[in-house]
């Protein structure tokens, strides 16, 4: 057992911000995945009407904003992210009045909202692809998209030897319309995904008209899919290396930043795409009220991904290094250093996720025999994790993640504790990965399983039909909201506890000092006059004498901290 002394052996690694700065700076913003959130019509995929028959749930846990997965008319091949009308509701959501209703009563519950934009391709039904395939090589309707001739004889090889995200190659072979085989089309994801080229003004121009489209609309900001896309290496080289979604890192230097195998690709993180932002920032500028735009880019090392929300680029982007750290304190303490050090070093916030809807859930994660490791999908006949630990080192991340300054991104269900659908059939299985790598990856659809809102009804609650597009475990039962809401120290109000402690502690925008002195397994910090104590290791962690529990992830016995658990505490003296 360890005794903290509070008062020597500190470092200062962040400092203070305004109590009272922009919204976006210390905001809590809640991810919901429209098809699994709520399904007012009963067709058994969720909808907005049932978003906005949910939003006094995300008031009364005390989130701060809401970001929507895309809603856009689609054919849904990858789940609304290949869009084919940028400036429509899809009917499977409902229709632009829902939308306006839901944004209306959001902002009425003092609710931000947040949209998804995915500017790197488009659907294979959006009308600008469908008149690329319908005209001649050379055309300028193709000059929209990434249309090549093949290489080897006739054009039988594809351009390059680039491969999709999703498997397999990330060309496509067009056919002529007298059915001889025509040119390769580039997409870096599903074939019903081609890559838009933005070297071309008209496809520029098209996206700064469709943020006003839903500016004016009155959101508060978009979050920008594959951010470190759009542009690509001139003449679109070959390239040998492997591209993963949300890569983590295999190595973690100190004394710099996180860095590791990233995804440095003549596909991805190209200057040019710099310019794009800060044409997107001035169309921001052009509306009140701190509008925002998040940046969905895997790139490493950190000091590169800071480059993306300079003062006239982005407002904030995902910290995945943070999210594919392993349950190991002293690689988490060297991400959060490096964190603050990179995001500080350009005046932009520091983002802080655990799980959302392209990752297996924390409480999944943390539950494996490598804790904290990132199986694309877990299914029948892999390790299943261990439920209760999964549960209770989730909890614990969570306290930690909540008490750091900055933003944090919750992804639904995870104020419940949600572990991931793990025995799903895979001839439910719906996601684009899984077929396209024969089955090799699993994909997402267990992190994407409709949220259980009641324990005794059919579907959980999710559908007034009691029909939910991918099957809930049996199990979910005791995750329901219902079986959750006002039973002391249940996941869901150890959440809400958080999230009013730290808004009324102020520490979003507060400072952080190290406590040094407590071993390599645990993490300790001040944050304002908060003291966070995480102890990842087996044996447990006094707290100082005079320190008063604020909040726990697990019920303590004594002063003393567990194993895999997080407490906040006040400091005294």
Known sequence: MTTIDTRPLRTLVHTAGAPEGEWWRDAVIYQVYPRSFADASGDGIGDLPGVTSRLDHLAELGVDAVWLSPFYRSPQADAGYDVADYRDVDPLFGTLADFDEMLERAHGLGLRVIVDLVPNHTSDEHVWFQAALAAAPGSPERARYLFREGRGIDGTEPPNNWQSIFGGPAWTRTTDPDGTPGEWYLHLFDSRQPDLDWEHPEVRSEFEDVLRFWLDRGVDGFRIDVAHGMVKAPGLPDWDGHVSMIEGSDDVQPTDT?????NQGPMFDQDGVHDIYRAWNTVLAEYPGDRALVAEAWVEPLSRLSRYVRPDEMQQAFNFAFLATHWDAPALRTVVEASYRASDAVGAPTTWVLSNHDVVRHASRLGLAEPGSRPNGIGHGDEQPDETLGLRRARCASLLMLGLPGSAYLYQGEELGLPDHTSLDDDLRQDPAFFRTGGAERGRDGCRVPLPWASEAEGFGFSPTGVTWLPQPAEWASYALDAQRGVAGSTYETYRSALQLR????????????????????????????????????????????AEVLLASVDLDGPLVPSDTTVWARITS
């Open 258 to 262: 996180v860095s590791g195998a990233g």
């Open 503 to 546: 808004r009324e502690s102020g520490l979003g925008s507060g400072g952080m000092e190290w406590l040094h002195g407590l071993g390599d397994d645990v993490i300790a910090f001040v944050n304002r006059d908060v003291l966070v104590v995480a102890n990842l290791g087996a044996e447990p962690v006094a707290l100082p004498s005079g």
